[in-house]
C-alpha cells in the first residue's frame, strides 16, 4: 500500500475535495509542487486539480488526512505514461515503413515522430477525462491534525 499525506479543502455532502500534499521533492529538481522538469511540465501543466474521494472518516475542511491506495494502480498508471508513448513510436515508424518503404529514414523518423506525439496526446486526454478515477482506487484512512 502507498500512503500519502493530503489537504481537505471542501466537502461537498459525503464527498470530500482534496489536494495532496507533496512533502518530498521529485529528484529531479527537488520542487514540491508542479513538475519542474520543463518538457513535462509544459506538457502536463503545473495546474492543481482536486479530486472528490468519499468522505468516510469524517473530515471536515482544513483537515490533513492519509490516503491510501494499492501499489498496481501507480504500477498501470506508470506503464501507460511511459509504455503509450513508446508503442506509438513503433507504430509510426512500422505504419511509415509498411506504406512508404521506398521513401527512406527521414520520413520514418517523421512517422515516428508523430506516433510519438499522438501517443502524448492520448495519454493527455486520458489524464484529463479519468481524472476523477483515482476516488475509487484511493481512500482516506486517517486524520493526521486539524
Known amino acids: 500500500m ?3 499525506e493530503a489537504l481537505v479543502t471542501g466537502l461537498n455532502g459525503r464527498m470530500a475535495s482534496i489536494e495532496i500534499v507533496r512533502s ?9 509542487q508542479g513538475c519542474g522538469n520543463s518538457i513535462w511540465g509544459k506538457i502536463f501543466s503545473h495546474r492543481r486539480s482536486p479530486l472528490e474521494l468519499p ?8 483537515d490533513r488526512v492519509y490516503l491510501e491506495m494499492e501499489e498496481s494502480y501507480l504500477l498501470k498508471t506508470s506503464m501507460l505514461l511511459y ?16 506504406f512508404m518503404h521506398l521513401a527512406g529514414d527521414f520520413y520514418v523518423l517523421i ?13 493527455k486526454v486520458a489524464a ?10 484511493a481512500r482516506m484512512i486517517k486524520i493526521t491534525q486539524n
Not at 518530498?24 to 520542487?31: D, E, M, T, V
Not at 509504455?83 to 509498411?98: C, N, Q
Not at 479519468?130 to 475509487?136: E, T, V
Open 24 to 32: 518530498k521533492p521529485c529528484g529531479l529538481c527537488g520542487k514540491t
Open 55 to 62: 468522505n468516510t472518516i469524517g473530515a471536515i475542511e482544513g
Open 128 to 137: 484529463s477525462k479519468n481524472h476523477n478515477r483515482l476516488y475509487n482506487e
Open 111 to 123: 512517422g515516428g515522430v508523430v506516433g510519438f506525439l499522438l501517443g502524448l496526446a492520448l495519454i
Open 2 to 4: 502507498i500512503k500519502e
Open 83 to 98: 509504455g503509450a508513448p513508446l508503442l506509438f513510436i513503433f507504430f509510426g515508424m512500422g505504419f511509415t515503413e509498411y
